[in-house]
């Protein structure tokens, strides 16, 4: 009895642990990094504006400044998690007129997403608006600014094949 007790309460706390949000098991990843507590920013720019869907690797930073220190560039690509399971894409036009123009790149701009824990490594399976779905290794990492303060990469790497 004591047995199936534990079994039930080890599967129950590993469906939560799969479920969390992507934003949170970063900045659990990440707490470490800095001397105080900090928030993650909302927004991860990338420079590529293209789908997500169609590209093999794409590389998001999440230094809020990011977007300014990208060069001879008319458009980057934003992505900003919506809820615990899903992902708004959208391209900022920062060279068209005064401020900034948003577009959703895919039609509805939004993805939906779950994790996949296995042999310590990170899977992201991102389902699109077509019902469309691609596996994605996650790699997380760090970057620097002037001052030294760290700040959050996700790196995403197209699987061929479905992660076992």
């Not at 949000?21 to 105080?36: G, H, N, V, Y």
């Not at 060069?71 to 068209?96: A, D, E, G, H, P």
């Amino acid at each position: 009895m004591r047995l199936a007790f534990l079994l039930v309460l080890l599967s129950v706390v590993r469906f939560g642990f799969g479920q969390s949000t992507l934003k949170e098991m970063l900045r659990q990843d990440f707490a470490s990094s800095r001397e105080k507590p900090y928030s993650l920013h909302p927004y991860w720019y990338a420079v590529d504006t293209v789908n997500i869907g169609t590209r093999d690797t794409v590389i998001f930073h999440n230094k809020p400044a990011y977007y300014l220190g990208v060069k001879s560039t008319c458009q980057w690509l934003n992505w900003s998690f919506t809820s615990s399971r899903t992902i708004n894409q959208s391209s900022y036009f920062s060279c068209v007129g005064h401020g900034y123009s948003v577009s959703a790149v895919n039609g509805s701009g939004a993805y939906s997403f779950k994790l996949k824990e296995a042999a310590g490594q990170t899977y992201l399976k991102l389902i699109n608006h077509k019902f469309q779905v691609s596996w994605f290794a996650v790699f997380r990492s760090l970057e620097y600014d002037s001052r030294n303060v760290a700040y959050p990469v996700i790196t995403l790497v197209r699987l061929k094949h479905k992660p076992v």
